[in-house]
């Protein structure tokens, strides 16, 4: 079965601060997808990343980056220099590819609050 | 290109009363899903549709919860009748076809209070 682990409830850091959200994900299939939402205020789910599993190359994208390791199944997500911007919710989520298009499997979320 | 449309984007009712949200897929997207978001938790699968059929429904409470993909473009979702636990943000996503590896695209939502 999938599960999807965001262990961190809330974080609170000061405006230009580092901070990385974790996650950890289960899933018995060798091929999947890992994948970061922001959830603002406004309440849509916009697409930050996605992962494939044979893919373990972290990327970078401006003042956000990924780190994804297959040996402790975890995808963390790392914002550089937070600005008050960053602020929302974040969720990690899976999609197993063992039967075409599966639905995503999200976490709990990790709520970000940056201070001015 | 245009993204996933739902409306509305607010209801309030009464429990007991039956509601109906409506969803407008990005344009080629085959597959569609609806999400439950309860407050302070991430979205719940509701159920999910390939093009008009249904592919997964295991987690709608098919009692009260019934939707429809007809002609396998829009979608409606319709709660009858609600409960006060049904409050919660419903939120539909679209999907390219044949794609695993493919993001969901997800409209605005459709924030449900049930009183």
């Known amino acids: 079965a999938q599960k999807v682990t965001q262990a961190q409830t809330e974080i609170s850091v000061v405006e230009k601060e580092d901070v990385t959200l974790d996650c950890v994900y289960e899933t018995r299939d060798t091929t999947y997808y890992l994948f970061w939402y922001k959830q603002p205020p406004s309440g849509e789910l916009v697409f930050l990343i996605r992962?494939?599993?044979?893919?373990?190359q972290n990327e970078i994208s401006g003042r956000y980056s990924w780190n994804f390791q297959k040996s402790t199944s975890s995808f963390n997500f790392t914002i550089t220099a937070s600005q008050v911007v960053d602020s929302a919710v974040y969720f990690c989520a899976l999609s197993e590819a063992r039967r075409g298009n599966t639905p995503l499997v999200f976490g709990k979320g990790t709520r970000l609050s940056v201070i001015a | 290109e245009a993204g996933v449309a739902q409306s509305p984007r607010y209801k309030i009712i009464e429990k007991r009363q039956s509601v109906a949200f409506w969803c407008n897929p990005i344009s080629g997207h085959a597959t569609l899903y609806w999400y439950q978001q309860i407050l302070g938790q991430g979205p719940k699968l509701l159920i999910q549709?390939?093009?008009?059929?249904?592919?997964?429904d295991s987690q709608l409470p098919k009692d009260r919860f019934s939707a429809e993909r007809l002609k396998g473009v829009d979608s409606t979702l319709k709660i009858q009748p609600a409960k006060l636990e049904d409050s919660a943000v419903y939120l539909c996503?679209?999907?390219?076809?044949?794609?695993?590896?493919?993001?969901?695209?997800f409209g605005q939502g459709t924030r449900l209070t049930v009183v």
């Open positions: 992962r494939n599993s044979f893919d373990e």
């Open positions: 549709f390939q093009n008009n059929g249904v592919v997964d």
């Open positions: 996503a679209s999907r390219r076809t044949g794609y695993t590896n493919t993001e969901a695209f």
